[in-house]
């Protein structure tokens, strides 16, 4: 008889520890949430510190680089200083 009794507290000691008996849902610990948002947080700066800097460095590039084709493309349209004279370049005398 005793073993059936122990038996029995332990199945309701399990049940208890198991299922929470009462009307209210267990609430989690406040302490992991504030944390896991502080991480959150830092890796969102992080992120957006990340993509300004390095769109911001492609930016720069790009505008270097349109600036470059834009001195290249005025060099081509302007004639050189040796052929503006309207001398041909044969000598025939």
Same mark, same amino acid.
């Given at each position: 008889?005793?073993?059936?009794?122990?038996?029995?507290?332990a199945q309701a000691a399990w049940l208890s520890s198991c299922c929470n008996q009462s009307a209210s849902p267990p609430e989690p610990p406040e302490g992991p949430r504030? !944390?896991?948002? !502080?991480v959150l947080g830092v890796l969102s700066l992080l992120v957006l510190c990340g993509v300004l800097f390095l769109g911001g460095g492609l930016l720069l590039r790009a505008q270097g680089l349109t600036a470059l084709l834009t001195r290249e493309q005025r060099a081509s349209r302007e004639p050189e200083p040796g052929s503006a004279s309207g001398e041909d370049g044969d000598d025939d005398s």
């Open positions: 008889m005793n073993g059936s009794q122990a038996g029995a507290a504030a !944390v896991q948002a !502080v």
